[in-house]
Structures are given as structure tokens and as C-alpha cells.
């Protein structure tokens, strides 16, 4: 059932209860504790992409069990953060409540938990403005037990080169940590309870059942899906619009759960990719790939797959892999379930074939290679400015099915950045079929790959350099399996 | 111990790490405070039809809207020519420009209130190029020339010439804190600004001029910046004016803070350059001429562009020596955003084109690069020791940090290596280059060249230390800690460093040049030896001693140095001092001594001293796009006497890793319209953790004290972003392993498709050409 809908929100911030009331749920934490006077989490892009603002928050990891997570607070609406526990950098000191922290005495050496102390000896701060960020993103991977670079991928830091930072990380990766807050985590519980809210003239809802969302839905025709916040929420930092009802997905038990059986996998809209990068590793070569170039920690603990897939953007980084691998959605609406594949529902510029009322339930992707087949290869590229947490060029999943003499019985190109949509090379794969896996086949596809897709110029890259990569990281894959 | 010379952590290290480091719009609220938002020009130039902002008086909330027509003062925020107005009355500039602002009781009410104002524009052609601006003969001064020997001449007598063109991008400065500043008046007109800026004295002098009041209504406060490399040495200005207005007007306390897409789009950033060259040189790879043009992007106005430019051309020479040069400078005047200060201040764009140079002429001889490098450095005495600006290298230690670098990087060795790995590896090189920096230190401006200090030693014997250098994360004010305890001989925790402020230390030069602690640390020891001097004076009397020379001051104590059982303690000492009535403050003071320029001539000697570093930096290339993965990089750079270890080399890996960035992934992007298109992190890219090799080693040159610098030490914050140069070197290397080309010209940056086309370029000019691809 559908909750009257409340006045008031509650959470904690380091370990303080905290009631909100006459406050948008679509404001973002970071703008909350600012406000509200909890200065040490600072803006550095309002974007998502630069960690300044990280505060960890205890939700449910891969294991189901309660872990810190490092969160960008800029991205995520106070409806959001209802019921949960968050922390930041001051909150983590020895024996301080935040707020009074701003005016007594300051805090000393002494007081500093093991990863700040770490980057105080190793020089890890310098101008100090992204450091309260990289203590968070360093916090939640000190009791996940692997601090490391992976692990402050989506902090920048302008000043000091991360050479120090890496040495903090280092230094505690060493520890095994047994204090308050790894206690506080046997004890968290992971369950988010149903909220239905309103403040600013705006209402947040996060039920917990699949027919609860279909309700909403139906009553509010015009509402806002949302889960993890990593896209909605930088509309919500930059106030570009406002949003009557917004509905989440993030509590709703039918889209959480991850099948893995011998036949297939079935992934939840709701999974974040941090549970997929787990849970799934070495099953798809190509999804593991991808999912290490897909933006930072912070973003992966709350991206979910159907959000990447929902926002139909053409160069998200997971459709060529899930095109590559023959997914399919499952939908649900007003009028029943149904399944399609994932190439069907990209229908252009940023559209679906979502029905109005419809979400999208899971999708599911194949194991079984084609019949006869000896051997699979499969591989994904990512090409950005940047290796690291960049939005692709071009992004590209590949993969062949080869019969015991070698020749090609089943192949999916799929790509991202070339087209309106993510593709596949369609007739090049037909083209493929059959043939031999040579360097000659290779060469007598390229023309194919070559007009494949007429890519735009934009200010990531070329045109020229767009249809270049099709080609060229086609060839790549050759060489690299061949 | 002595406090000088160790590895002490950032004094706000604590701060940091606990969250409770106070920024500028981190401090408590005065009550009332408004906050601005801007309105911002949709195009690259266009006149101003109409601008109402009587729209915005219906947002709830909304108090005012600032217009040219509310500036009481001098409406202009130029630092070098009166040429930047702080709001435009009739024509706007460049996409991004602020053409007024909401006021609101809040941030939100502020930025609905700015979204309402009506603001009518007729679009003007615009220069959005350099090119463009060379076309239309649109520049900001005359030329700038330097010359040195016959350079026609011997150009004309060379064995062998080439010339070529480097198009050099600019960069974002990405400073975490944006732009911030905050006004409170006192109800007496005066006007207390805390700004987050590298230069409160300048601050201040804008804001006066803005509000058309005497400088000594003025004080601006810097707390410490979130990060600043030049970016808020006179583009902090704009933002406290627009806030004091807004007090001004309104009589309340108000706030500027920008968001970060619009820092992007509003502020000035590295200019870009467009470099030219003719050079001269022998088969031995010896140069004997160089003509070079040199084309600064000023933007809209003339910021600190001269001196940028003369700084690019100071520095066009690196580390060798041309014995017939002329470099002429220029600064076009474009519709973009008005360029400004950025660490190296220009050095960077000068040495780019060099080593470009450089590195065509060794593959013109297929001589390898590095020793095309060595064979051009300055070395000797007298004319092949002195730069092109007439000025003599004295203590040159080039040779010995580039020797140093080569053996600490096992140089030769690798490139065997990398030789053998690129023979049987056709779609991915690896390529391994050596660079060298000579940086000069002091500002070119002369009289920048000063400090002030003022020191006061409370009865307790605890001491506020005040200088007029400003805390960006470069340590400085750690740095100044560690000199006044080793001058007043104290334990540093009895200092505290007080905020930067100009009714403290007044008429201030901005923290930039790399200078800080040279000036400043030289004025905080001049003020905290006035006070040894008083002290001592007591002391020598209290221990019935007569020889205040003799006395030591060293850990909190007193004592003489040929009777060290005869001490007393400093708070004994300030105690006693207090009560004889000898004041126990002093201001110091420091200019740089026998520093002069020229300007007519462009001779001189400008420099104090030059800094020099070297970098050895390894990459793999990958054939198929351009994509390429830093796997090693071994530093030798020459800090003098370390004040502070790690400061120092956290001011070395920090400059690398910015340095690389600007010359492989930061690409700044206007569109056909002159509209910035790269104003987010999402879409300009700095480097992350995973773009630093595991393997990065940095060795500071030891027995370096330099003579005549604070404790022995020498300026770091500039000279390691130039040690970057070997990345777009080692890349460049890769790049000619996938062929033979005798020119290897390699896009700025080198991203991935600039990369992949130079490839394709090598292949195609190679003579055992290599097809594209599986072959």
C-alpha cells in the first residue's frame, strides 16, 4: 500500500538524527549540509565528476550485507538519503559532533581517524579543498579492506598529483580496521522502509513493490523515475527544472534481485553496477571490461543498470556491451509484462519504446554460444580523452562465435558515440558471418565498418576520428584475440 | 633540530583531513547576507539592445539587480590598462562574459531572479581565433622583440634549415574552490572583503576603484584558496568588486560564489599560443639561428597578458644556446575569455615551441633527441653562458641534473630495451624521452619584486606571524612558520599564522612567480630578527652577560654561545622585554636586490636566479587510437636547500601531473560560434589517480643551496610543470616508432586523435610505409 505522504524525512548525519521538514526532496544532500551549516563537504563541480563533495553512506553491498559507500553527495536528493546514515569528514574524528566541532577547540593529531591521519603524514592534502572528499572515498574503502587507487578513481585532486594520496592508501590498505564505525556496520541494518514525502510543493515516494510503482504511476502520469540520481541528479544540482512527483526505485524488491543460472543472467533494473562489478565478474570478459571504465566508485555504488539503459543516451556505456551480448528487457506497464530485445528499444535521439506506466523490470542476457560453436571471443573498448572515468568517444563490445575450423558462426558489433542511438554494425556482422577468423576477413570488412555509421563532430572528437575508431578498434580485437 | 629543512606537513594538514579547514564561504553567515548570481552573454560579441532587469523585482526574494549603472566608482577591473569593464554598458565581449547581477536574499532567489532579467542582444562579428585575429590585424599592443646576434643572417649561412608551426592549446586552471568572495561593511563605510585570492592588495585597489573610495576603506582578507595556479591572482578581482557593489548598494553584507560551469565559462585561463619558427642549424644538430614569432590569445583584455608574453619569450631559448635569435611576441585580441596568470606564466607555451624545434632537428638528422638536447645547452663562460636577453647564467647546473636524471633513470639501458620491445610489438610503441627545464625566478616586473612581514609576540610568548604571501595548498605559510621559528629560534607550535590581510601587510605583490617564500620568507625573517635583536639586547642583561651577538636562540631558549649553561627561556625573556617597554612587534621588509630590465632594449637581467629541473618519462602508444598509458617517470630537480621536503615535492609531482594534463588530455573546445563547449568536468578532463604511474620517482639535487636565497632554498611552484614536456616528448617518440618520418608533428594536446593522426602521418611519410592496421 501507498503511504499518506509525510511532512517530515529523518536520517542521520554522523550518527546525529536529523528531521527534515519544508525542504524539496529533490534538494541535493551536499546542498543540505551546507546549508544547514556542515561546511567541511565542499562543491567542487556540482556535476558528479570530481568527488570534492563524497560522503559515505551505509547501504547494502554485492553481499547483501551493510557496507560504507562512498557516495557523491552533489547527485543525490535529500528524498533519497531518508532512513540512511551518512558521514563525512568531520563526523569521523575521535569524539566530535560536527557541529560543534566548528567552534571550540581545533581538532588535533591525536583525534584523526587512521585515513586522515594517513594523509597528513604522507602530505596528502595541499590546498586541502578536495580532501575531505578523498577521506570519504578512502573511509569506505578502509573498511570494504582495499584502499587503493580504484578506490579515489573519481576524486580529482589538482594540487598534489595523487602520489601522496596513493601513499596514504597504501598505509592504511595495511591496517585491519576495528573501531567504532566497523562495529556501527555489523549492527546498520540495509532495509530501506517505504517513504512517501512532500515539501516545496514537490513529493518524493520510494515504495517497495513492482505494483506499488505501477499505482504511482498510474495516479501520476507525469512522475519522475529515478534510482540511483547519478544522471537525474545533476538536473537536481543545477535546479534546471523542478519535479512535482518523483518516484523511486531504489527500495522495490522485484528489481533488485540478480539471477545467474547456466542459461542466462538476469540483472534487476535496479542493481547498481558496483553489485554487477561483484557479482558477476569473469562471467562476460566484455561487461567486466566496460564496467571498469564506467565512471568512478561513487557513481557505480548508485548507477543502476536500468537507469543507463532508461536514459537511452547514445554513448551510455553499457548498451554495446548488452547489444553485443543479445539482451533483452523485460517491461512492465499497465498492460502486462512483455520482453523485447534490447536493440528494439532504442528508438531514437534519447527515446524508448517504454509505453507510457511502463518500466523496465530487468534484462536479461544469454550465456548459451551459438550451436556448434568452439570457441566465444568477446571484448569491449572505451575510448575517451581520458582512460579514466570519461564519457566515450566511442565505446565498442564485440563478439564472435567460431566453429572448430575457425570460422565465424555469430558476430555482434555493437557500438556507442557513432549514431542517434547505440548500434549495431549490422551489416558488417552479416558480412562475417561464415567467414574465416583472418586478417583477410578483417581487411575485406572494413569497408563495411567504414560506412557503417556517420557520426557527428562534437567536443569529445571528430567525425573522421569516430569512424576511424569503428574501424580501428574492430582490428583490435583481431590482433588482441586472434 | 633546526625548524628549516624538515618534512613538516601542511600546517592546515589536520584541517584538511577533518573537514574543518575554514574557506571563504565556508565561514559563519553575518546576518542578512544576499548572494549574486550572474547573468551571463549568450554570445561571443553582440550589442547590447536592452537590459531590463525590472523583470526580476517579481521573484520573491529577489532584492536587486546590478547593472553598469550602479557602479559608483571607476567601472573597470583592468590591472594593467584600464580596458575590463566590471559590467558592460553597450557591447559584450566574449560568450560567458557577466552582463549583471541578481541579488537575492538567497542563492536560490538569487539565480530565479537572474534567470528573469531581460537582456536583448544584436550579434557582432566575432574574432574567435588568434588566426582570425592575426587576419584581421586585431591585437592588444605592438610587437615585443628580443634579439640577440644576426639571426637573418645566420639563417641565411645555415647548413641546414627548416620552420614549421606550433598551435599550443590553453587550459582551464580547475581549481577545486571557484572564484568566492564575500563583503561585509561595518556601518561606518568601510568595507571588509574576504576573497579567495592570490592577491589581496590588488583586491583591494579594485574594489576601491569600483566603489570610488580611498584604499583605506578597503581591507581584503584571504583565509586560504582552494587551489589558485595563477587563476586568482587578478581574475578574483571581478567577483569581490561585484560583491562590494552589491554591499554598496544595498548596505548589507553579500556573497559571490560561482558554480563551477561558470567559473569555466567567465574567468581567464592559460593563453593559448601560436607559435612560429625558422630555425638554423648544423648536420651536427648545433643551432646557430632561430627566428620565432610567438602569438598570445589575450582574450577580450589585456589582463596580465605582457606580461605572459614576455615571459613565453624569455623562456623560448629553455636551456640552450642560440647564438642568433629574434623573437617577436604579440598578444591578439579575440572574443574569449581574457586570459590570465597560470603557473609558469607563459614559460610553458616559449619552451614548447623550443623543444619542438628541438626535435625536428634531430629527426631531420636522425640524431637522437637527447643529444640534440646536450649538444645546445648553455655551458662555459661568458657569451655561451648568457641568454638571449643578455642576461649570464652564473651557477648553471643544467649538466649536472640532466646527468643526474640520466643515470638515475638508466637511460641509455631502457632505450635499448624500448628499441627491442617496439621491434617485435607493431601496433603498440613504447617511447622514452629526457627533457630539461632552466626556469628564471623573480617577476618580470621589478618592482613586484618586494615583501613585507609583521610579526607580534604576545606576553604569553605565544607569536602571530603575518606576511603578505597568500595560502593556495602550496605551503607557503608552512614554509613561513618554519623560517620565523629558526629566526626567533622557537618551537613552531607557540606560531600562529594569521589570514593574509591588507591591513597587515600592506601594498602587497600577488603569491605568484613561484616567489613566494623567497620574498616573503626573507621579510619574515628581516622582522623576526629585529625582535631577536631586542630580545637579545634583554637577555644578555638578565643573564649578566655583554655580548648580545653571542646569543643563540634556539628551541624556546636562550643562552650564549660560548656559555650555553647560561640560559634563560623565551617567555622569560618577552616577559622582561615587555616590562623595560620595548615594543615587541616589528614589520619586516625585503626587495630583491640587482635585478633590472630594460624595456627599450629588452636587456637586462630579469632573473635572480634560474631554477632547473629535468624529467625522464616512459609511455606506450596504442597503434589503433591513439590512446597512451605513462609507465614511468624519474625526476631530478633542483630545489636548493629544501625548506621543507615534502612541500617541495609535493609541488613537484603536483606541477608534473597539471603539466600532463594540459599537454595530453585538457583540451579546451569553442565551437563555430566562439562558444566554450568544455566548461565541466565532465567535458574537460584533468588527470585522475590512474593516469600517475606506479613508478614515479623524484630525486632533489643535493648540495644545492643557492646564495642570496631565503636558507639556501630556491623557488618551486612554476619550474616542475615544465618537466611535464617529457610525456609529449616520450609520446612523440612512440608516435615515430610506428614508422620513419623525419618530422613528427604531434597535436596540443596530444589526445588520443591527436595522437592517432600523427601516427597515420609517420606511416604515410615513412619510406617503409606501414598500411594502417592488420597487415
Known amino acids: 500500500m501507498i503511504q499518506p505522504l509525510a511532512t517530515q524525512l529523518t536520517l542521520t548525519i554522523n550518527g546525529e538524527p536529523v528531521s527534515i521538514a519544508d525542504l524539496s526532496p529533490a534538494m541535493t544532500l551536499l546542498e543540505y549540509l551546507r546549508l544547514s551549516g556542515r561546511a567541511g563537504t565542499k562543491e567542487g563541480c556540482g556535476d558528479g565528476d570530481c568527488g570534492a563533495c563524497t560522503v559515505a553512506m551505509i547501504g547494502a553491498g554485492a553481499d547483501g550485507k551493510p557496507h560504507y559507500q562512498a557516495v557523491n553527495s552533489c547527485l543525490i536528493p535529500l528524498g533519497a538519503v531518508a532512513g540512511r546514515q551518512v558521514f563525512t569528514a568531520e563526523g569521523i574524528v575521535q569524539g566530535r559532533i560536527p557541529k560543534e566541532a566548528l567552534v571550540k577547540e581545533p581538532v588535533t593529531v591525536e583525534q584523526l581517524h587512521p585515513v586522515q591521519s594517513a594523509m597528513v603524514e604522507t602530505g596528502g592534502s595541499q590546498c586541502g579543498y578536495c580532501t575531505p572528499g578523498f577521506i570519504m572515498s578512502l573511509f569506505a574503502a578502509y573498511y570494504d579492506g582495499h584502499p587503493d587507487d580504484l578506490s579515489v578513481e573519481g576524486n580529482l585532486c589538482r594540487c598534489t598529483g595523487y602520489l601522496p594520496i596513493r601513499r596514504a592508501a597504501q598505509m592504511v590498505a595495511e591496517l585491519a580496521p576495528q573501531d567504532r564505525f566497523s562495529e556501527q556496520l555489523v549492527a546498520a541494518s540495509t532495509v530501506l522502509a517505504p517513504l512517501a514525502y512532500t515539501g516545496q510543493a514537490e513529493q518524493f515516494y520510494r515504495p517497495t513493490h513492482l505494483n506499488e510503482v505501477l499505482e504511482l504511476l498510474h495516479q501520476h502520469p507525469k512522475a519522475t523515475l529515478v534510482a540511483g540520481a547519478t544522471d537525474l541528479g545533476l538536473e537536481m544540482s543545477w535546479h534546471r527544472q523542478h519535479y512535482p512527483v518523483l518516484i523511486s526505485l531504489e527500495a522495490v524488491e522485484e528489481l533488485k534481485h540478480l539471477e545467474h543460472t547456466d542459461e542466462f543472467v538476469e540483472i534487476g533494473a535496479a542493481v547498481p553496477l558496483s553489485h554487477i562489478e561483484a557479482n558477476l565478474q569473469g562471467v562476460f570478459p566484455s561487461l567486466d571490461e566496460m564496467i571498469h571504465w564506467f565512471a568512478a566508485r561513487q557513481v557505480r555504488n548508485r548507477a543502476t543498470v536500468g537507469g543507463n539503459i532508461g536514459t537511452a543516451s547514445p554513448i551510455g556505456d553499457l548498451p554495446p556491451v548488452l547489444l553485443s551480448l543479445d539482451a533483452t528487457l523485460k517491461l512492465t506497464g499497465p498492460s502486462g509484462e512483455r520482453v523485447m530485445p534490447l536493440a528494439d528499444f532504442f528508438v531514437g535521439y534519447r527515446q524508448t519504446a517504454l509505453q507510457p506506466g511502463e518500466v523496465i523490470v530487468s534484462v536479461q542476457i544469454p550465456k548459451a554460444l551459438t550451436p556448434d560453436a568452439a570457441r566465444r571471443l568477446a571484448q569491449s573498448y572505451k575510448i575517451g580523452k581520458r582512460g579514466t572515468d570519461d564519457i566515450s568517444i566511442v565505446a565498442a563490445a564485440f563478439l564472435v562465435d567460431l566453429d572448430a575450423s575457425n570460422h565465424i558462426l555469430h558476430a555482434r558489433l555493437g557500438y556507442g558515440g557513432v549514431a542517434a542511438i547505440p548500434a549495431r554494425a549490422t551489416e558488417a556482422e552479416a558480412f562475417l558471418v561464415g567467414k574465416p577468423w583472418t586478417g583477410e576477413t578483417i581487411r575485406a570488412v572494413k569497408p563495411l565498418l567504414q560506412e557503417a555509421f556517420t557520426p557527428l563532430t562534437d567536443l569529445r572528437g571528430s567525425a573522421e576520428y569516430r569512424k576511424r575508431l569503428v574501424v580501428n578498434l574492430f582490428e583490435k580485437f583481431f590482433v588482441e584475440f586472434p | ?775
Open chain 2, 1 to 775: 633540530m633546526s625548524p628549516v629543512g624538515q618534512r613538516k606537513s601542511h600546517e592546515s594538514a589536520v584541517a584538511h583531513v577533518s573537514g574543518t579547514a575554514v574557506y571563504t564561504d565556508d565561514q559563519r553567515e553575518p546576518a542578512g547576507m544576499l548572494s549574486l548570481y550572474p547573468v551571463l552573454s549568450p554570445h561571443p560579441r553582440a550589442r547590447i539592445t536592452e537590459l531590463d532587469p525590472a523583470p526580476a523585482a517579481g521573484v520573491q526574494g529577489c532584492i536587486t539587480v546590478l547593472t553598469a549603472a550602479d557602479v559608483p566608482g571607476e567601472n573597470n577591473t583592468g590591472v594593467i590598462l584600464r580596458d575590463e569593464v566590471l559590467l558592460p554598458t553597450d557591447e559584450v565581449s566574449y560568450f560567458g562574459q557577466v552582463v549583471a547581477w541578481a541579488v537575492g536574499e538567497t542563492e536560490a532567489a538569487a539565480r530565479e531572479a537572474a534567470a528573469q532579467v531581460v537582456v536583448k542582444y544584436e550579434p557582432l562579428p566575432a574574432i574567435k581565433t588568434v588566426k582570425e585575429a592575426i587576419a584581421a590585424d586585431s591585437f592588444h599592443n605592438e610587437p615585443q622583440i628580443i634579439r640577440r646576434g644576426d639571426p637573418d643572417a645566420a639563417l641565411s649561412q645555415a647548413e641546414l634549415t627548416c620552420s614549421g608551426e606550433v598551435d599550443i592549446g590553453g587550459q582551464d586552471h580547475f581549481y577545486l574552490e571557484t572564484q568566492t568572495s564575500w563583503v561585509v561593511p561595518d556601518g561606518e563605510g568601510n568595507f571588509q572583503v574576504y576573497a579567495s585570492t592570490q592577491h589581496p592588495s590588488e583586491t583591494q585597489i579594485i574594489v576601491a576603484r569600483i566603489l570610488g573610495v580611498p584604499r583605506n576603506r578597503v581591507v581584503c582578507t584571504c583565509l586560504r584558496m582552494g587551489g589558485a595556479f595563477g587563476g586568482k591572482e587578478s581574475q578574483a578581482n571581478p567577483f569581490a568588486a561585484a560583491a562590494a557593489l552589491a554591499t554598496y548598494k544595498t548596505g548589507r553584507p553579500a556573497r559571490v560564489r560561482l558554480r563551477r560551469h561558470q567559473d569555466m565559462l567567465i574567468t581567464g585561463k592559460r593563453h593559448g599560443f601560436l607559435g612560429q619558427y625558422e630555425v638554423g642549424f648544423t648536420r651536427a644538430g648545433q643551432i646557430t639561428a632561430l627566428n620565432a614569432k610567438l602569438f598570445a590569445d589575450g582574450g577580450w583584455s589585456m589582463d596580465l597578458s605582457p606580461p605572459v608574453l614576455m615571459r613565453a619569450m624569455l623562456h623560448v631559448d629553455n636551456a640552450y644556446y642560440i647564438p642568433n635569435l629574434v623573437v617577436e611576441g604579440r598578444i591578439a585580441k579575440t572574443n574569449r575569455v581574457s586570459n590570465t596568470a597560470y603557473r609558469g606564466f607563459g614559460g610553458p607555451q616559449g619552451m614548447i615551441v623550443i623543444e619542438d624545434v628541438v626535435d625536428r632537428i634531430a629527426r631531420t638528422l636522425k640524431l637522437p633527441p637527447e643529444v640534440v638536447r646536450e649538444r645546445n645547452f648553455y655551458s662555459g663562460q661568458g657569451e655561451t653562458s648568457t641568454t638571449h636577453y643578455g642576461q649570464e647564467i652564473v651557477d648553471n647546473r643544467m649538466a649536472r641534473v640532466w646527468q643526474e636524471a640520466k643515470e638515475r633513470s638508466d637511460y641509455g639501458p631502457r632505450q635499448a630495451e624500448i628499441a627491442a620491445f617496439n621491434a617485435t610489438s607493431p601496433y603498440r610503441k613504447r617511447g622514452l624521452a629526457i627533457t630539461p627545464v632552466k626556469f628564471g625566478i623573480s617577476f618580470n616586473k621589478v618592482q613586484y619584486n618586494q615583501a613585507g612581514a609583521l610579526v607580534l609576540i604576545y606576553t604569553d610568548g605565544s607569536i602571530q606571524l603575518n606576511h603578505g604571501g597568500t595560502e593556495m595548498g602550496q605551503g607557503l605559510h608552512t614554509k613561513m612558520i618554519q623560517v620565523a621559528a629558526k629566526a626567533l629560534g622557537v618551537k613552531v607550535e607557540r606560531i600562529r599564522m594569521m589570514p593574509t590581510s591588507t591591513d597587515k601587510v600592506p601594498n602587497t605583490s600577488a603569491t605568484a612567480a613561484s616567489s613566494g617564500s623567497d620574498l616573503n620568507g626573507q621579510a619574515v625573517r628581516d622582522a623576526c630578527e629585529i625582535l631577536r635583536d631586542r630580545l637579545a639586547a634583554v637577555a644578555v642583561r638578565m643573564l649578566n652577560l655583554d655580548a648580545p651577538e653571542d646569543m643563540v636562540f634556539e628551541d624556546d631558549w636562550i643562552y650564549c654561545r660560548t656559555y650555553p649553561s647560561a640560559r634563560i627561556s623565551f617567555d622569560e625573556v618577552v616577559q622582561q622585554t615587555y616590562s623595560e617597554r620595548i615594543s615587541l612587534s616589528a614589520t619586516g621588509f625585503y626587495r630583491t636586490p640587482n635585478i633590472f630590465w630594460d624595456a627599450k632594449l629588452a636587456k637586462g637581467r630579469p632573473f635572480y636566479y634560474f631554477a632547473y629541473g629535468t624529467a625522464v618519462s616512459e609511455v606506450e602508444v596504442d597503434g589503433f587510437t591513439g590512446t597512451f598509458k605513462l609507465r614511468q617517470v624519474d625526476i631530478v630537480h633542483d630545489v636548493g636547500e629544501s625548506l621543507n621536503p615534502l612541500v617541495d615535492k609535493g609541488q613537484i609531482e603536483g606541477g608534473f601531473v597539471q603539466g600532463m594534463g594540459w599537454l595530453t588530455m585538457e583540451e579546451l573546445v569553442w565551437d563555430q560560434e566562439g562558444r566554450l563547449r568544455t566548461f565541466a568536468p565532465s567535458t574537460y578532463k584533468i588527470p585522475t589517480i590512474s593516469e600517475v604511474p606506479e613508478h614515479f620517482t623524484i630525486h632533489l639535487l643535493e648540495r644545492a643551496a643557492q646564495d642570496g636565497v631565503i636558507y639556501g632554498s630556491k623557488a618551486v611552484g612554476e619550474p616542475p610543470f615544465m618537466l611535464a614536456m617529457s610525456v609529449r616528448e616520450a609520446i612523440r617518440a612512440a608516435v615515430a616508432a610506428f614508422g620513419d618520418a623525419d618530422y613528427v608533428p604531434l597535436g596540443l594536446p596530444a589526445t588520443p586523435e591527436a595522437t592517432l593522426w600523427a601516427i597515420e602521418g609517420v606511416r604515410e611519410a615513412s619510406s617503409q610505409g606501414q598500411p594502417v592496421g592488420v597487415s
